[in-house]
């Protein structure tokens, strides 16, 4: 009997390791919980991409929807997503901001001039403090600020056009009807 067990305990170690795995390849990594959502958003200073005076801020949130797109040259995906960055950077009443995560700042240069640059503002995040901070996972992913500073949404993977249309517009809409409150779809 205990030799029917030494060979029987890796086949069922290898069904549980299946399992497992299959259970993972199902999950959506888009659905990553924020403990963020519906807080202020950090605080945090950067050197700005262009101009280290120029740089952007926790106090450069406010007054609107503000989105904080965390991005990197060397990021496959981010390149993907640039033109739905494009089309929401000119929505109107929305602004949006870019944190160059750990990217030397002459790629991130190179990046944006060769693919469109829609922010505002971008700030270098060498270390990926700022980015812990916002409890990023990995880049890209999009964060939406509210007029008083507060994470209503964030959007973990790379945005399409697609989400901009039916995701990210409505919300905008809903979080300047609601002056602050959070949404009733905020994730």
Known sequence: MARKLIFLLPVLLFAALLVAFA???NHDPS???S??????????NLPGLYDPAKGLARKDFGGGVTFVNFFASWCAPCR???PALMALAHLPG????????????VDSRRFLANLGDPYRRVGIDSDGTTAINFGVYGVPETYLV????HIRYRHVGPLSEEDVERKIVPL???VAA???KPPAAAE
């Not at 403990?35 to 945090?44: E, G, Q, S, T, V």
């Not at 929305?94 to 700042?105: H, R, S, T």
Request: charged share 25%.
């Open 172 to 174: 905008i809409a809903r």
């Open 31 to 33: 659905l990553l919980p």
């Open 94 to 105: 929305v602004a949006l901001d870019g944190v160059a995560y750990k990217d030397k700042p």
């Open 80 to 82: 993907d997503e640039q």
């Open 178 to 180: 609601g002056g602050g």
């Open 23 to 25: 259970m993972g390849l």
């Open 146 to 149: 509210d007029g008083t500073g």
């Open 35 to 44: 403990a963020l959502i519906n807080r202020p958003a950090p605080d945090f």
